[in-house]
């Protein structure tokens, strides 16, 4: 049974720091290519960060410098470190497991599982 399960949302002020987690099963994240994404109320979807198989991350413009993607293949977790949060980062946060490469990594359809989110509130 494959799940994707996200945890370590909430709210902060601006300027603070919030770690989420994405722990999968059913399949081992040292394998795949996986993303966060996020998603505020009348906004598409977009990526945020992504890391390979082999532990090489990139990022959204946006995010560049204050957020950290990072994996642990023992823990089956995937992890979104975010630092010096600003009110437009508020948004409902998923993880995802990418299936094609057939175009950029933050095109929603590269992905076929998804978690049910967590929301980050920066006020």
């Known amino acids: 049974h494959v799940q994707l399960v996200e945890s370590g949302g909430g709210s902060v002020q601006a300027g603070g720091s919030l770690t989420l987690s994405c722990a999968a099963s059913g399949y081992s994240v040292s394998k795949y290519y996986m993303a966060w994404f996020r998603q505020a109320p009348g906004k598409e979807r977009e990526g945020v960060a992504a890391i390979d198989s082999a532990g090489s991350p990139t990022y959204t413009y946006s995010v560049e410098g204050r957020f950290t993607i990072s994996k642990d293949n023992l823990k089956n977790t995937v992890y979104l470190q975010m630092n010096s949060l600003k009110p437009e980062d508020t948004a409902m946060y998923y993880c995802?497991?990418?299936?094609?490469?057939?175009?950029?990594?933050?095109?929603?359809?590269?992905?076929?599982?998804w978690g049910q989110g967590t929301q980050v509130t920066v006020s």
């Open positions: 995802a497991k990418r299936w094609s490469f057939t175009r950029s990594w933050s095109d929603t359809a590269m992905y076929n599982d």
